[in-house]
């Protein structure tokens, strides 16, 4: 029996984690002839700190993020990927992921990167991938390789 998807979901943020997931995706993509939707989320509660936030800030992530988009797509064209849309929402990355996105467009498989965070970090914040694999309704892959199942070079770590 053969499992087809019909949309599948990137999340991408311009990080090396998010690249790797969106190559993997693309040909996943394409070997199942599914629409991609490449999503981006603007984390809302980076504004909050500001106090002078008068609006330039959102702006200027919203135009960087259209871009980021547009360059994946394409990209994901120049692969071969015919179907491809893009969405941006704005708020927690985790609960828009797992639930918001993958509802309101039908994803039946969600695939991002493993995260950066180091163990302290995720003690007290906890990362996007833990929570969208327990709570997203449909299929979440998280990719740690590259295209060739190599653990990319890691730099120095911080």
Same mark, same amino acid.
């Given at each position: ?13 311009? &990080?090396?984690?998010?690249?790797? =997931? +969106? ?10 002839? =599914? ?9 809302? %509660? ?6 002078? +936030? ?26 071969? #990927?015919?179907?491809? &849309? ?35 970090? %995720? ?14 309704? #449909?299929?979440?892959?998280?990719? %740690? ?14």
């Amino acid at each position: 029996m053969l499992q087809n998807y019909q949309k599948i979901m990137v999340a991408v943020d311009g &990080s090396t984690e998010a690249e790797l =997931a +969106f190559k993997k995706a693309v040909n996943v993509a394409m070997r199942n002839d =599914a629409e991609l939707l490449l999503a981006h989320v603007i984390d809302t %509660r980076a504004f909050q700190s500001v106090s002078s +936030f008068d609006g330039m800030l959102a702006e200027q992530a919203t135009e960087m993020a259209k871009q980021t988009l547009e360059d994946y797509k394409k990209q994901a064209k120049d692969y071969g #990927c015919e179907k491809v &849309s893009s969405v941006i929402e704005y708020g927690s990355p985790k609960s828009i992921i797992a639930k918001q996105i993958p509802e309101t467009n039908e994803v039946d498989l969600i695939m991002l990167g493993a995260t950066g965070l180091n163990a302290v970090e %995720r003690l007290f914040i906890g990362s996007v991938s833990d929570y969208v694999i327990r709570n997203a309704a #449909c299929d979440v892959l998280v990719v %740690r390789t590259d295209l060739e199942n190599k653990l990319p070079d890691k730099k120095e770590e911080e």
